[in-house]
């Protein structure tokens, strides 16, 4: 499949506080400005609620929330990363979009045991131009729960 090698080794790079993440290219579907969000009664803190995408509503979370981190304002910089993981359309609620950076495998290395299964999400950490990037594993930024409860919502 000529997509799948083409989009090999790229992610996009975003941001949160100080902290640069990275994701790979093939699950992320589009990068909208933050929308309106409808929220959804009794839903985990980090879900934002859900938001209509040219007639497809799709569930929205705040990855500042999911990794727990402070709340921050939204403001003009502030995105939304659509991706597609498991069949389900997921929004992702970022900082910033910094850029897009091919890396190869010899720039990532995995993440150091940390105690107890705190990083489950993250898949490595990727080591270009002076800066740690932590990778993200997409399939696992939800758990099959989690996964369940957000199709159901869109």
């Given amino acids: 499949m000529e997509d799948e090698d083409t989009l090999r080794g790229k992610y996009l790079i975003f941001t949160m506080g100080n902290e640069l993440y990275g994701m790979e290219i093939r699950y992320i579907t589009e990068i909208i400005s933050i ?16 938001t209509n995408l040219r007639g497809k509503i799709i569930p929205v979370m705040d990855a500042r929330l999911r990794f727990k981190k402070a709340v921050r304002e939204y403001d003009g910089r502030t995105c939304i990363i659509v991706i597609d993981t498991i069949g389900t359309s997921i929004g992702l609620i970022v900082d910033s979009v910094a850029e897009v950076l091919t890396m190869n495998d010899e720039d990532i290395t995995t993440l150091p045991e940390m105690g107890k299964g705190g990083h489950k999400y993250i898949k490595g950490i990727g080591k270009t131009g002076g800066n740690i990037k932590l990778l993200l594993d997409c399939q696992k930024l939800l758990t099959g729960d989690e996964l369940d409860m957000l199709g159901a919502m869109a």
Avoid: A, D, H, R
């Avoid at 929308?35 to 859900?50: D, F």
């Fill in 35 to 50: 929308q309106p969000i409808t929220e959804v009664p009794e839903m985990p803190e980090y879900v934002k609620g859900i």
